[in-house]
């Protein structure tokens, strides 16, 4: 593979990445122009329903003195060739007559699906496929996951002590992580389309589940707090729902149950969803908690983050839901037989193996934040 491809590739992926959060449900995608060897102009989507990476880089090109004729266009997806609210970005490939065009992945969606690829060689552009096409395909994890499945990238994250407990025996666990930690949670909830828990964890904690703002930085997009609440629990006073109307809260419920209570949540501005059920069906745990994942994926929902509780997460591990995992570990020892784990549901029968059938490869990074270790996993 050519070398230069790859150094292009990889500075086009970090632009890309510069989107996250502001773009979904749309791909993150980048772009780099490049003319005799050198960079004549770049770009990348910058926020849902603005201009593409393609277009933007030639009109950086454009505003450096740079005529885009005969360059190379570096790009992460396969540019668009349908009206969407933009014009397709082949067509702005096409129109400021690029030589060549670079691409790391096909965009597998319907309406691409290498229709922008055929457009760009009708008109006499050579297309290359598959530059850093791995790398690209862990960008774009959460778009191609909806885009396939129907279902919504799951982040799941908790805080726990080095004994793997995140609460005491009797319940206390303010604060486990210490001011770094949680304020990088802040910035992860800060690109989240959604925050769930389960009502275990929202009555024990009453939490807010609100990204604040950091050095005056706002979110780059205000997540809808989801309570996973099968009986319609959630107090009317609890933060949650003092706060319905400023920042949305979403509560997934069995259906029928509790109609007085679920009209007052809805007077204070809640939105109560029911999966619909059977009649004389079995309330089944799992299924309730899959088919919530679809509907909010159904609404444009892309990435979620799952912050606890442990019933929560375990049903979401037990189901190979979890894409995604932000395990904080702060230097201390709770013990207690009785204190709280991260993870319930049924969990493995046996341990699996590394490289095993039973494991997928996963990225592992790890930072310190203050006296915390951040292990990510994904």
Sequence with gaps: MNHDHEIWMRRALSLAAQGQGRVEPNPMVGCVLVLDGEMIGQGFHRQFGQAHAEVEAINDAKERGHDPRGATAYVTLEPC????????????????????????????????????????????????????????????????????????????????????????????SQWISGPPARAFVHQLRGRMDGIMVGIGTALAD?????????????????????????????????????????????????????PSHRQQLAAAGV????????????FDYSDFVRTLLIELSSCGMTNILVEGGASLLGNLFDQNLVDEQYVFVAPIILGGTNAISPVGGLGLETVPQTGSANTKPHRVSHQVLGNDVLIHVH
């Design 81 to 172: 060739s349908h009206y969407g609210k933009t014009p397709p970005c082949c067509l702005a490939l096409i129109e400021a007559q690029v030589r060549q065009v670079v691409l790391a992945t096909v965009d597998p969606s319907p309406h691409v699906a290498g229709q922008g690829i055929k457009q760009l060689q009708a008109a006499g552009i050579e297309v290359q496929v598959g530059v850093l096409e791995a790398e690209a395909q862990v960008l774009l994890g959460p778009f191609l996951k909806r885009l396939r499945t129907g279902l919504p990238w799951v982040i799941a994250k908790w805080a726990m002590s080095l004994d793997g407990k995140i609460a005491t025996r009797t319940g206390h």
């Design 206 to 258: 009453d939490p807010a589940l609100t990204a604040r703002v950091e050095n005056g930085k706002t979110p780059a997009r205000v997540a809808t707090r989801i309570v996973v609440d099968r009986h319609l629990r959630l107090p009317l006073d609890s933060q949650l729902v003092r706060t319905a109307c400023e920042v949305p809260v979403l509560i997934a419920c069995e259906s029928g149950v509790n």
């Design 271 to 282: 939105e109560v969803w029911s999966a619909p059920t059977a009649a004389n069906s079995v």
